[in-house]
């Protein structure tokens, strides 16, 4: 894989400053759903009560986005895209009570110029 392969631009604009697309591959998207640890509830709630960031759900968030946006990257490079564009990203608890947490990301893949 040569430089420009392991460069993938990811923007939530709809446009890259100075790059005109190419050519337009299509939406590409990459979800990750984790279980959420019940030792972590239980101090995310002592935490909650007292005052203060969960630093818990904050790292599952981090890694659960990190997960979502690479599976959406690996698509966009099957497609032959140098960069995704108009990225969205969406956090949602899914399962009973919302016991566990959905992220996706998805945009455009595209070819630049």
Excluded: C, H
């Amino acid at each position: 894989m040569d430089e420009r392969e392991s460069r993938m631009i990811i923007t939530t604009t709809p446009s890259v400053e100075g790059r005109a697309v190419e050519e337009y591959l299509g939406i590409v998207s990459g979800e990750a759903i984790m279980g959420a640890n019940l030792f972590k509830d239980i101090f995310a709630g002592i935490r909650d009560i007292v005052g203060g960031r969960s630093g818990a759900y904050e790292e599952e968030l981090r890694r659960a986005k990190e997960i979502a946006m690479a599976e959406m990257r690996d698509n966009a490079r099957l497609l032959g895209a140098d960069a995704i564009l108009s990225v969205d990203l969406d956090y949602e608890t899914v399962g009973q009570n919302g016991s566990m947490l959905m992220v996706s990301a998805s945009g455009t893949a595209v070819k630049l110029d």
